[in-house]
Each structure stands twice: as C-alpha cells, then as structure tokens.
C-alpha cells in the first residue's frame, strides 16, 4: 500500500544479521544479572526480617502464657538460639533443595501456603494488568492524536491525579462508596452454589472493588507513557508522506504511528507486571483478598519469619523475572537494540 519505511523497518534492513554468539551472549548476561539480583535478594530477605523490632517467640505466644523453659524449649527446636550465620547456612541449604521451611504460625511448608494463596494473586493481578494496559492505550493514543484539546486535558489530569492517589486510601474510599453494592472482603460466599457457574460469578462479584483500584492506580503510567511516544512519532517525516500519498488520519494512526509507539509502552508492561504483583499486598489487605499480599501481612503481623522470607523471595522474583523478559523482549521486538 505505502512503499515508506517506518523506523522499525528501516533500522531492521540496515542492521547487520544478528550472530548467533551474540545473541545467546546477550541472553546469558541478562539471565545472570538476574540470579545475581535474585542472590542478593535471599540475603536481604534473610538479614531484613531478623532486624524488626519484637521477639519472634514472644510474638507467637501473644496472649497465652508461658514458663519461660517452654519459650526457650521452642526457641530452640525453631534454631533461632544458633549463631546469625549458622541459620543463615541452613536456611541457603534448604532452599537450594526447594525447601522454603515451614511456617510458625500455620505448620505447614511455606511452599505448600503460598501455592494455595498464588491463584488469587494472579487472577486479581491479571484482569486488572489486562484492562488497564488496554485503557492505558486506548486513552494514551486519544490524548495523543488530540494533544491540547479538552479529551486530552481530562484524561491527562484524571490520570495524574490517580496516579498520585495512595492505593491503601482509593481501596478505602471505594470501601464506603460502594460496600452496599459489591462485596468488600474476601474471594467467594460459603454459601454460593458448588457448580462452576456460581462460583465463577461470585468470585467476579468479589473482584470488582479491587480490580477497580489495582486498574485505577496502574493505567495512568501506561497511558502517559503511550502518550508522550506517540507524540514523538507524530512529527516524523514517514507520517508525513503517509498523510501526502492520501491514506486516511486513522489508517496513518493504526498502520504506522502506534506500532512504533508501542515499543517503550511493550517494555513498561512487562517491567510493570513484578511491580503489580507485588503492590498487591496493599490491595489484598484492604479487601481482605486471600492471596499472597495478605499472607504477606498475616506473617508480618505474626512475625512468621519462614512465611516472610518465602513471599519477599517469591514477590521479589517475580519482579526480577519481569524485568528479565522485557529486556529480552525489548531486544525482538526492536532490531535498533538487536543492532547495538
């Protein structure tokens, strides 16, 4: 239809052929930046925890008495009366066996707790990724394409001002607002009917509220992000040319401009994705979600110290792994950055 290049197709006919040492070199780096990031992540994780404020021992028997033989008969049999190093060892040696240890609070192993709570982390994290990175592309290409005009202004303004907005206070306002409308804890009723149908519409009825903040604080970066690139390609020449050969303002928008666009936007989402998985620990709380942010705070609370190591490890990978694939995404979907 346009024998005009855009500056994706360009940069991949100039780029020299990709070599395969290089790439797979590249892949490696990337790969070991993140097992190095992830290491330091586990000695973090470890030392962080130990240094709050509160006796771990005394925490777990809150409200109940005890002989001060028995706190030390259990500080002993938990091997939190050995040296700081030697429980630092035996903690690096069972998680390299995958053992993550067992919590104090639920006695069962931490692997165990944090895969029955990962299902509803995922879904609230996922829905909520999905609708807003379509809003924020849909919004942040509007506002482009109409920079300055009263769509912009409000869409730009409402985004500030959400992103700016502290999670913990929108989940609170929408709480009052809306709790005689939808459900304000937890993921399904007891009383909701076993077949998949019901379940499904009670857990949907039950997301609403915290699918509407995690989106509401989120989105904005994607649509301004969306934006400002989207500015940048407007005044380039190909766009020029495609407007002078007669292709219609939304044909040169859709086939052009956005595409190019969308490479910072692509990379935001998956660096973002860690970020949301692990912000979900405010969301969780204030909606009494059971996912892995309120076991978060459960152990926090409890001074749980294997339940906390276990999610900051998970929570943190999880971020650390986005930020892995977007770099490796970042390099096929731009031949620029394959070039370099």
Known sequence: MSDTLTPTEEALAEAPPPTGGGGLRYVLSKIGGGLVSLALVVVLGFLLFRVLPGDVIQTMFRGRPAAPEQLAAVRRDLGLDDPLYQQFFDYVGRLLHGDL???????????????????????????????????????????????????????????????????????????????????????????????????????????VLPTITLVAVIYAQYQLVMRSSLIEEMGSDYLTTARAKGLRDDLVRRKHAVPNALLPTVTLVFLHLGFVIAGAVTVETVFSWPGLGLLTYDALSNRDLPLLQGTFIVLAGAVIAMNVLADLLYRVLDPRVRAS
């Open 101 to 207: 240890g067992e919590s104090y609070v639920y006695r069962v192993p931490v692997l165990q707790k944090i895969g029955e709570r990962l299902g509803p982390t995922l879904l609230l994290v996922g829905v909520s990724t999905v609708i807003a990175v379509a809003l924020g592309l849909w919004l942040g290409t509007r506002s482009a394409w109409h920079r300055g005009g009263r769509f912009d202004r409000v869409a730009t303004g409402v985004a500030l001002t959400l992103w700016s907005t502290p999670t913990f206070w929108l989940g609170m306002l929408l709480l009052a607002a809306a709790s005689g409308l939808f459900p304000t804890a937890g993921f399904v009723n007891s009383d909701t009917a076993p077949d998949f149908l019901s379940q499904a519409l009670d857990v949907a009825h039950h997301m």
